[in-house]
């Protein structure tokens, strides 16, 4: 299958200082991305879905101020945690699809965060 | 709003036995569905896909069934293996045109050799 590389897959920052985290299609063009949060021994929890060239559609509950989507290319989009606390520290999973007709979505190895 | 569902959250089989993974959903108008493998640390994996004009659909050692009537989905994984150990999600997308792929609950498939 096609390939998602996310990065950093690990990360500890301190309260208050923001935190990128890269999500990248390496073989093929996403025209949509997925960002998920998943805490421990819990699901996935859909954040938001980002179109490339557009805004991203963030899930209710999720501060679309904390948690910056950014799709500007078809191959990168990007989460930026914004003035972390040490509850938003948890398992951050994004996942591309390609295309219209590509049904399939891949998904990146998560990044771990932990905030200090 | 919508919302899926698992009703196991730890099955545990012995080594060649067949895995029955199941999974509710609440949206009937939901036309894709996906089961997504997980282990630990890691992404999940995908594993089979059923669009909702079909009620079966086999690949190697895995079979999704499908039943729109009771909205019920399932993943059947035949003679398990120790490597087949990790967390299952069902997954679907609704009718958003695969604008949204949401999760369920997820069972924790336990395989002793």
């Known amino acids: 299958g096609a390939v998602v590389s996310q990065h950093p897959s690990r990360v500890i920052c301190k309260s208050g200082t923001s935190v990128k985290i890269e999500c990248r299609s390496l073989?093929?063009?996403?025209?949509?991305m997925f960002w998920y949060r998943q805490f421990p021994k819990q699901s996935l929890m859909l954040m938001a879905t980002?179109?490339?060239?557009?805004?991203?559609?963030?899930e209710q509950g999720v501060e679309k101020d904390k948690f910056l989507i950014n799709h500007a290319s078809l191959t990168l989009s990007t989460l930026t945690v914004t003035s972390a606390h040490p509850e938003d520290s948890s398992f951050y999973i994004c996942?591309?699809?390609?295309?219209?007709?590509?049904?399939?979505?891949?998904f990146g190895q998560g990044t771990r965060l932990t905030v200090v | 709003g919508e919302s899926v569902g698992l009703h196991l959250p730890t099955l545990s089989v012995q080594e060649g036995d067949n895995s029955i993974i199941n999974c509710a959903y609440s949206n009937s108008a939901s036309d894709y569905f996906i089961w997504y493998k997980q282990e630990s640390g890691k992404g999940p994996q995908f594993i089979i896909d059923i669009r909702s004009n079909m009620d079966k659909r086999q690949g190697q050692r895995v079979t999704v069934l499908l039943n729109k009537t009771v909205k019920h989905l399932s993943l059947q994984i035949a003679a398990t293996q120790p490597g087949d150990s990790a967390v299952y999600f069902c997954?679907?997308?609704?009718?958003?045109?695969?604008?949204?792929?949401?999760f369920g609950t997820g069972t924790r498939l336990l395989v002793s050799p």
């Open positions: 997954a679907e997308t609704g009718n958003t045109g695969f604008q949204k792929l949401v």
């Open positions: 996942s591309a699809r390609a295309g219209v007709t590509n049904t399939e979505a891949f």
């Open positions: 073989d093929f063009q996403a025209t949509t």
């Open positions: 980002s179109n490339e060239g557009s805004k991203a559609t963030y």
